[in-house]
């Protein structure tokens, strides 16, 4: 973490203009003191002018300029790992984009950075709302991109359950430019990029390499879709909750065909085979709603949801640690979008 002192003179050092101002002024006053030097006065006015065209030009570059804007999304973990987790972030973006106007976007145009820093310290428990953080969020993220002018690009870190990621991609869907990281051996990697083509994410790999599907026996109303796309499988879990709540639903598993750890540079192939199976099952007349259960990594998840939207009727189903058994906690199509 930076230090106070270094910040103070990295935010000294943002502001040109106020050097610029500040030796017109002084050119100004000595040339009084010194009747000799009279080129001082001549300079002056010139200075004074430089610095407020500077001034007015940064503002306009701001303005057309493509901002690089990290959305961090923190459940679970106390206010100061925000911070932390900014200045990760900012640095990733950086080394990504060469993007290193975070603060002068801040400062430029009058609005608060942690309008992108979604953050509840308490972890979400089955019985709390996780409609009212998505709905929070995007109220926040609105409020800023509002007072932000020109072409943005959002990159996205999760730090919180993949189901609340799903909910969090679904109300984002295909509409922005995105990069969503993950955390790969210690530091944060980009895994989805969106910036050249947004509609990427939703066209549908038939042919699959990174999963593998089973049939069910019979398509019934409301159908079990697990996701095992990590290193601990879900398959048994979901099963064994199915017969203790006596439901009448078929399971359709998908299982990843990479052990688990997902090593290649661009996840979109994944999510758009994953995405093929919702389309199948949807053009299923027989199947109303489609019970998500997963175990995957959150920016995968993400990206699934960018995928699915709000429109297909999906129930997401969340992992209660404590209780070892599952609870819905969203249902994908019933989210409003504001962004």
Same mark, same amino acid.
């Given at each position: 973490?930076?230090?106070?002192?270094?910040?103070?003179?990295?935010s000294i050092a943002?502001?040109?203009?106020?050097?610029?101002?500040?030796?017109?002024?002084?050119?100004?006053?000595?040339?009084?003191?010194?009747?000799?030097?009279?080129?001082?006065?001549?300079?002056?006015?010139?200075?004074?002018? %430089?610095?407020?065209?500077?001034?007015?030009?940064?503002? %306009?570059?701001?303005?057309?300029?493509? =901002?690089?804007?990290?959305?961090?999304?923190?459940?679970?973990?106390?206010?100061?790992? /925000?911070?932390?987790?900014?200045?990760?972030?900012?640095?990733?973006?950086?080394?990504?984009?060469?993007f290193k106007a975070? !603060?002068?976007?801040?400062?430029?145009?009058?609005? !608060? !950075?942690?309008?992108?820093?979604?953050?509840?310290?308490?972890?979400?428990?089955?019985?709390?709302?996780?409609? $009212? +953080?998505?709905?929070?969020?995007?109220? &926040?993220?609105?409020?800023?991109? $509002?007072?932000?002018?020109?072409?943005?690009? +959002?990159?996205?870190?999760? *730090?919180?359950?993949?189901?609340?990621?799903?909910?969090?991609?679904?109300?984002?869907?295909?509409?922005?430019?995105?990069?969503? *990281?993950?955390?790969?051996?210690?530091q944060y990697t980009?895994?989805?990029?969106?910036? =050249? &083509?947004?509609?990427?994410? =939703?066209?549908?790999?038939?042919?699959?390499?990174?999963?593998?599907?089973?049939?069910?026996?019979?398509?019934?109303?409301?159908?079990?879709?697990?996701? $095992?796309?990590?290193?601990?499988?879900?398959?048994?879990?979901?099963?064994?909750?199915?017969?203790?709540?006596?439901?009448?639903?078929?399971?359709?598993?998908?299982?990843?065909?990479?052990?688990?750890?997902?090593?290649? $540079?661009?996840?979109?192939? /994944?999510?758009?085979?994953? +995405?093929? /199976?919702?389309?199948?099952?949807?053009?299923?007349?027989?199947?109303?709603?489609?019970?998500?259960?997963?175990?995957?990594?959150?920016?995968?998840?993400?990206?699934?949801?960018?995928?699915?939207? &709000?429109?297909?009727?999906?129930?997401?189903?969340?992992?209660?640690?404590?209780?070892?058994? *599952?609870?819905?906690?969203?249902?994908?199509?019933?989210?409003?979008?504001?962004?």
């Amino acid at each position: 973490m930076k230090s106070k002192y270094r910040i103070f003179i990295d935010s000294i050092a943002e502001d040109a203009d106020l050097f610029f101002f500040i030796a017109a002024i002084v050119m100004f006053l000595l040339s009084f003191f010194l009747p000799e030097e009279k080129w001082l006065l001549i300079a002056a006015p010139p200075a004074f002018i %430089a610095a407020y065209l500077l001034k007015h030009f940064r503002v %306009a570059s701001q303005l057309v300029s493509t =901002k690089h804007l990290p959305l961090i999304f923190t459940v679970g973990r106390p206010i100061k790992d /925000v911070q932390n987790a900014l200045e990760t972030a900012q640095a990733s973006i950086t080394e990504l984009t060469g993007f290193k106007a975070f !603060r002068k976007i801040e400062k430029i145009f009058d609005v !608060r !950075r942690d309008l992108l820093l979604p953050h509840k310290e308490r972890r979400l428990e089955k019985d709390d709302d996780w409609t $009212d +953080y998505i709905v929070d969020s995007q109220h &926040n993220i609105r409020q800023f991109v $509002d007072s932000v002018p020109g072409e943005k690009v +959002y990159h996205v870190f999760l *730090y919180g359950p993949a189901s609340l990621a799903l909910g969090l991609g679904a109300v984002f869907g295909s509409k922005h430019k995105m990069v969503i *990281y993950q955390r790969l051996d210690g530091q944060y990697t980009p895994v989805i990029d969106l910036r =050249k &083509n947004l509609r990427r994410i =939703k066209q549908p790999l038939v042919e699959h390499k990174y999963i593998t599907v089973s049939e069910p026996q019979r398509f019934t109303p409301d159908i079990a879709l697990v996701l $095992d796309m990590a290193s601990h499988p879900a398959r048994g879990d979901v099963k064994k909750y199915i017969n203790q709540q006596g439901l009448d639903m078929e399971v359709v598993e998908v299982v990843n065909t990479y052990d688990g750890n997902l090593t290649v $540079d661009d996840w979109t192939p /994944v999510v758009q085979e994953i +995405y093929s /199976v919702f389309n199948q099952l949807q053009a299923k007349e027989e199947i109303a709603t489609i019970h998500l259960f997963h175990s995957m990594p959150v920016a995968l998840a993400f990206g699934v949801g960018m995928a699915l939207g &709000n429109f297909v009727p999906v129930m997401v189903y969340n992992w209660e640690v404590s209780e070892k058994t *599952y609870q819905p906690v969203l249902k994908l199509n019933e989210l409003k979008s504001i962004l």
